[in-house]
């Protein structure tokens, strides 16, 4: 991870705000669940921010795809799930929609942070809309992270400082946001297909990548052009071109 900031504000210091509680030797402590379809990643977050007794972080597990997050997150009841954008099964937008009751629970509350690789507008508005406090890149720093969780966990909203920006232009509009009519008629796990499809992938890796069989991609795509009335896989790659989605 690289340096980038998160902002200024500090940790808690002790004592048991809206999220986090005393360890043993009266330290603060937030418990973390990382979503993430990346193994080796995870360690690297897990070893970088994982050691408790420096950082205040206590990982309290892992998972890799919506089913699993779902599992993980229902059996620790987390104080911050540090999330993922795109993931197997319907991606982070999903994993928020099945837990929206684990958010509002005003006694202990889960709240979620977006850490991705992508920084595209529609990620970030799309999993920030679905209840996530906050959007943070890959290159964060595993200091800055970690003060970027607690301040999660204390209800704050936390932006790397380049998204702020349209997040707040994107929020702060009075107009309505533009709708994409075409991209509506289409179900969640369309457009997760037509992203991958678009981005040149084969039916076989689509399947792999999404956790369904080749039969079941091709019924999308079938689906997929049929909403959007095109003719092939080419002329779908340059509508989602056309609209960013690549």
Known sequence: MTDEATGNEQQGDGGNGPGGGDGADGRRRVRVVLVDDHRMFRAGVQAEIGRTDETGVDVVGEAGDVDQAMTVIEATRPDVVLLDVHLPGGGGVEVLRRSTPLMGDAEQP???????????????????RGGARGYVTKTIT?????????????????????????????????????VD???DRLTQREREVLRLIARGYAYKEVAKQL???VKTVESHVSAVLRKLQLSNRHELTRWATA????
């Not at 889960?110 to 920030?128: H, W």
């Not at 909203?157 to 929020?171: I, N, T």
């Open 142 to 178: 595993g200091d800055d992270l970690v003060g970027a969780i607690f301040r999660v966990a204390d209800g704050d909203a936390v932006f790397s400082p380049r998204l702020a920006g349209f997040v707040l232009d994107a929020f702060a509009s009075t107009d309505a946001p533009p």
């Open 211 to 213: 956790f369904i069989s």
């Open 181 to 183: 009519e075409d991209m």
């Open 243 to 246: 609209r960013r989605l690549v």
């Open 110 to 128: 889960v709240r979620f942070l977006a850490l991705s690789v992508s920084d595209a507008a529609e990620d970030v508005i799309g999993v920030i």
